[in-house]
């Protein structure tokens, strides 16, 4: 479809520049994953030339190719920012040494990092300036990885193709992670639209992450079996497997393409003896059941290797360029934003109908919804640190303390979601509650402390009712008043237990 310039420049208009594109520094909200092989510096760069951004895959990789990669990107970017993923929990412990300090040494912008969270690795790369993006799995991960000081979030759902860490729906993880931090956050999993990119963006996320979309595209390390293969295929052809797991923690499942291997051809790829040869890389063999997937530099049986997709294969039926791929993506993400975003028409008669009233007391309602947001959020962040400040021992005050945080987070999504059924602007802030309360050093005085915000959110609550005309919104405000009353007898009986 031909457009005008006009028309493309009022799309572009639109369409929105978000804070993780200004600290990526990228034009587009479309990041490269760090696919360990697959992303190597042609596809980098092209991506980023593109407008997106890019993540060079080097898990495991050796220190002489991690230098000459990023020399690559370096002279073929000019000064765009760009970024190195590495995985401590799938590299020997002296390698991942080598590696962070080879990434401070060449000055890398930005680290991408995923699996389990590790707070020495974030703070030693915060420390030499670099900006740290953590991939996550779950909402507490989620915490974890901001209390440990990342400077974004890639939110992973379980639609995701190669390693996937949680086991929700991009959707359900999406939701509860935005309810509950204030660092930008960008969705993953199954993404190869560019209709999904606007309706993640709608949905609270600042960009969406391309793994399989930009596998197959012909900068792609991949090798041409694999990236066929992801052409012929559909979501249905993927399974999430245990199958290949050397070289990678155990219990950590893949979304690879179905073949031999997880159909049972080859046998349990758990009780077998020595590790049989299926493959080479300059020198290097491939073992059967292992993570590697097939790229240019392999030979060998490539059907027999983890061949990683999500869900979003079946959007891909051709094997363009990075720059042709993100391009189809940004219009198509465009024209779906300028859709979901159309100004509704009002169909109530001017004599019988006050706009101006009516918009008035949505500002104020979403004004007050946020307040409550941003103390709920501080709830959260308090009772995840609080939790490690009581001994595995102490069951009932850490029962207690869990419960009352599951019902934070659960309200923090359900404000969250009111406020965009409002059409209204959630706020990314986190109450000074928080830092008041973490001041407390007792365990015991800061629970105290946290019971006066209970109480103060109640006040709120009982305030804000009269307000809520639609009675889905009453009935939810209602079962959070509810919850905090509740919490508030529960609290005051375990203090006066521990008096």
Known sequence: MIQSADD??????????????????????LILAGMGGVARSELVAAVTLAGGFGFLGMVREPLALIEAEVRKVRERVGGRRWGVNLIPAGTEPGLLQQQLQLCIDLEVPVVGLFWDVRRDVIARLRDAGA???????????????????????????????????????????????????????AAAGGIA????????LSQGAQAAM?????????????H???????????????????????????????????????QGE????????????????EGRPIHLFSTDS???????????????????????????????RIGDLMRQARAEWRRLHAPRVEMSSPVCYAPEFERARNAELIARLNELLEAERAGVRVTVQTLADIPAQDAATRALVESVHHDEVEWCVMLLHAIRDLDGKSSTRTGEFFEKAMAIADVRERLAFLNRGQGWVAKKLRELLPMADDPVLASNLTRMLDSHVENLDRVNAWMASRA
């Open 266 to 281: 080859h046998g349990d790829p758990h009780t077998q003896g020595a590790r049989k040869v299926i493959g080479e890389e």
């Open 224 to 262: 041409a079996y694999h990236k066929q293969r992801i052409v012929e295929a559909r979501a249905q052809d993927t399974v999430l497997t245990e199958d290949f797991h050397v070289n990678w923690p155990s219990h950590a499942a893949v979304r690879v393409l179905r073949n031999s291997v997880t």
């Open 294 to 324: 097939p790229l240019r530099s392999m030979t060998g049986d490539f059907e027999a290797m983890a061949l990683y997709a999500g869900l979003g294969v079946e959007h891909i039926d051709s094997i363009p360029t990075a720059a042709e």
């Open 193 to 200: 639209t560019g209709e999904a990119v606007a309706r993640w």
């Open 131 to 185: 900006t740290v993006v953590h991939q996550v799995g779950s909402m507490a991960q989620a915490l974890e990885a901001q209390e440990a000081g990342a400077h974004a979030l890639i939110v992973q759902g379980v639609e995701a193709g190669g390693h996937v860490y949680g086991r929700q729906p991009l959707g359900k993880i999406l939701a509860d992670v935005l309810a509950v931090v204030d660092i930008p956050v």
């Open 8 to 29: 493309a420049s009022d799309m572009a208009s639109t369409f929105p520049h978000t804070p993780l594109c200004d600290l990526l520094g990228c034009e587009h909200p």
């Open 210 to 222: 391309l793994g399989t979309a930009l596998l197959a595209t012909r900068e792609s390390f991949a």
